[in-house]
């Protein structure tokens, strides 16, 4: 089984309004272009070419979703649950209505995540920066009250980082806030070089974006990272993260569990984030890839998905399929042929879906393609 898949991307309001249209080299549309959902998920399954969505196909039986993500603007801080949490909570939800706003929880899987970057830069808060360096940030800005407060807070004994983040996002500490929004955009305008510099920049421009949002702050614990093309980020369950701004590749387990945690204003509820929130401090690894030649892999410690970048040249690329795959196309002329003897050719931002009955394929033509599957 060889079929074609595309999807109309979805408006949130953070999508770009470029970075899909310019990948695919067509016009904007004028509106934000957030994601392109390839799957089966019953919020948004692919259109099928020959007739239909994918999860008539499938019957919703995919363990991952793969997507095209255009950042222009900052996506709500966010966490999402072990697959243990996300069972209790759908349990514990189970009086609600799917689409009740007082959900947290839409389903009963986990969701760990990869991101890949197309874009040359691509911007993201990704895990909770060790609090001895956030006070050195801190040191580099000017004080006043909520920076004093802050400051205070983090020095303190236990799970500090959870306290402060509870204290933030309570509701009880708008002036301090306020009082740390101002010092960090002051500091990103200064002049003078300094380790943090970069990162205050990022800080104020998310600042510009949501002001006054106590997520501003929560952003400035967190570590900003930047992925050049090509390299990528796994997200695990219970880490804090947001991406910023480009354009990626992203594939992560079929679900639609998120609990947020500010830049947002959709309900954020505090003491389910706390619950389930992994408060570890630490650097997240930029995954650059593993592998020479065409292929190169990025490893994942999780069994609902593997993803690999091809890279054509014009030779073709020979490929054993193992369970339901995708093939998305993202430069170039992508074909691919299955050795059953079905062949489809692939525009820019486009996907073809590989039956399990096909024992392999081949990818031919000049360009770049994303390979996912479930993992091992």
Not at 157 to 185: N, P, T, Y
Request: net charge negative; charged share 20%.
């Amino acid at each position: 089984m060889l079929l074609r898949l595309s999807n109309t991307p979805r408006d949130y309001a953070w999508g770009s309004d470029t970075l899909l249209a310019g990948l695919e080299g067509r016009t904007p549309t004028g509106a934000p272009e957030a994601e392109v959902w390839f799957g089966d998920h019953p919020a948004d399954p692919s259109d099928v070419a020959e007739d239909g969505t994918l999860d008539q196909v499938t019957g919703g039986s995919l363990p991952y979703l793969l997507k095209l993500l255009a950042a222009g603007r900052p996506l709500s801080i966010q966490v999402h649950p072990t697959i243990e949490q996300a069972r209790a909570g759908w349990e514990r939800e189970s009086g609600l209505a799917i689409d009740d706003p007082q959900r947290n929880y839409r389903d009963d899987n986990h969701k760990p995540e990869l991101l890949v970057a197309l874009s040359e830069r691509f911007e993201s808060l990704s895990g909770l920066r060790p609090v001895a360096e956030t006070l050195e940030l801190l040191d580099g800005i000017d004080d006043n009250a909520g920076v004093t407060r802050l400051r205070e807070r983090l020095r303190g004994d236990g799970d500090v980082l959870r306290e402060v983040i509870g204290w933030l996002l309570g509701g009880h500490a708008q002036r301090e806030v306020d009082d740390i929004i101002s010092a960090v955009k002051v500091a990103a305008v200064r002049q003078e070089p300094g380790e943090w510099d970069v990162t205050l920049r990022a800080i104020a421009g998310v600042a510009e974006t949501y002001p006054g949002d106590p997520g501003v702050v929560v952003a400035l614990l967190m570590n900003h990272v930047v992925l050049e093309r090509g390299e990528g980020v796994f997200l695990r369950a219970g880490l804090l993260h947001a991406y910023l701004s480009g354009l990626g590749v992203e594939i992560m387990a079929a679900s639609d569990n998120v609990l947020r945690g500010g830049l947002t204003p959709k309900r954020i509820d505090v003491p389910e984030l706390l619950a389930i929130l992994d408060t570890t401090p630490g650097a997240v690894p930029v995954l650059r890839g593993t592998g020479d030649g065409a292929v190169t892999s990025y490893p994942v410690p999780v069994p609902d998905f593997a993803l690999d970048r091809i890279e054509l040249t014009g030779q073709p690329v020979a490929l054993p399929v193992s369970g339901p795959t995708m093939v998305l196309a993202t430069s170039g002329a992508v074909t691919v042929a299955a050795l059953s003897g079905a062949r489809l050719s692939l525009a820019v931002g486009t996907a073809a879906f590989v039956g399990a009955d096909e024992e392999g394929i081949t990818l031919s033509g000049t360009g770049e393609a994303f390979l996912a599957r479930p993992g091992v």
